[in-house]
Nanobody, 123 residues
Framework: QVQLVESGGGLVQAGGSLRLSCAAS????????RGWFRQAPGKEREFVAG????????YYADAVKGRFAISRDNAKNTVYLQMNGLKPEDTAVYYC????????????????WGQGTQVTVSS
């Protein structure tokens, strides 16, 4: 497993931006696909964005396409989620996750999770 620690959440007004970071330690970071999920109160945890271990095109949920961008810095063992044009419906706890090689959109496929960071978007 990989140990993951998120940071960067907070309170922002609608239309604003935040950048989340997820630092990894433990097993070989570069061989892991990395994903971001979120969970709003009373809702299921949902996939937001992901990158395969080999790079390539990122994957995004339809709700965030064109507004969010995922990237990774292997030298720093860190993955980022740049969130622009935030909306009140983006309010949730955001989690980073890791699994070997390729991403999936199902949370049950991931074996490593961070503790989560709260993002609150006010209208």
């Amino acid at each position: 497993q990989v140990q993951l620690v998120e940071s960067g959440g907070g309170l922002v007004q609608a239309g604003g931006s935040l950048r989340l970071s997820c630092a990894a330690s433990g097993r070989t970071f570069t061989m892991y696909a990395r994903g971001w999920f979120r969970q709003a109160p009373g809702k299921e945890r949902e996939f937001v964005a992901g990158l395969n271990w080999s790079g390539g095109s990122p994957y995004y949920a339809d709700a965030v396409k064109g507004r969010f961008a995922i990237s990774r810095d292997n030298a720093k063992n860190t993955v980022y989620l740049q969130m622009n044009g935030l909306k009140p419906e983006d309010t949730a706890v955001y989690y980073c996750a890791a699994r070997p090689y390729v991403i999936t959109t199902s949370q049950v496929d991931y074996d490593s999770w961070g503790q989560g960071t709260q993002v609150t978007v006010s209208s």
